[in-house]
């Protein structure tokens, strides 16, 4: 049928720096301030919503390279929830702490009063886990490995001359 996609095309699962970069980018429009306490590992920074001290900094950048360094296996979106997770922790604790203090929690809590801090983003990070598990993406990149070998090998495949990993269809 015309319109179908008939390539198959590999997206590998994000190294370190491209996990880190998706990290950034996922968190864009975060500020950061410092708590003090040093090195800016998680659980060091306080990370706001817009409207914080400053655009992404050294500090949070530290915290992005932590967390890209601990999620082998994750996926872009897999670090896109566990961002909405710290996310979420931080408005929790916002609304807990406007309670604690006599208000009405969620109705009395502002925008403000949301900051996502490295801790939250630790917190987040012990709950999440790849989508794709470890044992699943060997199987993968066995696969495609056969599947481009094979090829490669070959030379053709069903007697056509086709470049590695070029799907072929016969009518």
Same mark, same amino acid.
């Given at each position: 049928r015309p319109g179908r996609?008939?390539?198959?095309?590999?997206?590998?699962f994000p190294d370190?720096?491209?996990?880190? &970069?998706?990290?950034? #980018? =996922?968190? %864009?429009?975060?500020a950061?301030?410092?708590?003090? $306490? +040093?090195? *800016?590992?998680?659980?060091?920074?306080?990370?706001?919503?817009?409207?914080?001290?400053?655009?992404?900094?050294?500090?949070?950048?530290?915290?992005w390279d932590d967390v890209a360094a601990k999620t082998e296996g994750f996926t872009g979106a897999d670090l896109r929830a566990l961002v909405s997770? &710290?996310?979420?922790? #931080? =408005?929790? %604790?916002?609304?807990?702490?406007?309670?604690?203090? $006599? +208000?009405? *929690?969620a109705d009395d809590a502002n925008a403000e009063d949301v900051r996502v801090t490295g801790k939250d983003v630790a917190k987040a990070l012990e709950g999440a886990r790849a989508s794709v598990p470890a044992s699943e993406r060997e199987k993968l990149a066995r696969a495609y490995a056969?599947?481009?070998?094979?090829?490669?090998?070959?030379?053709?495949?069903?007697?056509?001359e086709e470049s590695p990993g070029k799907r072929v269809s016969h009518a």
């Open positions: 996609l008939d390539r198959l095309v590999r997206v590998p370190r720096e491209e996990r880190r &970069a998706i990290l950034a #980018a =996922v968190a %864009r429009d975060l950061v301030t410092e708590t003090g $306490g +040093g090195g *800016g590992g998680v659980g060091e920074s306080k990370v706001s919503e817009k409207g914080g001290v400053g655009k992404v900094s050294d500090a949070l950048s530290m915290v997770d &710290a996310s979420m922790h #931080a =408005v929790h %604790r916002a609304i807990a702490k406007v309670s604690d203090e $006599g +208000g009405d *929690g056969a599947f481009e070998g094979g090829r490669g090998a070959r030379g053709s495949v069903g007697g056509a």
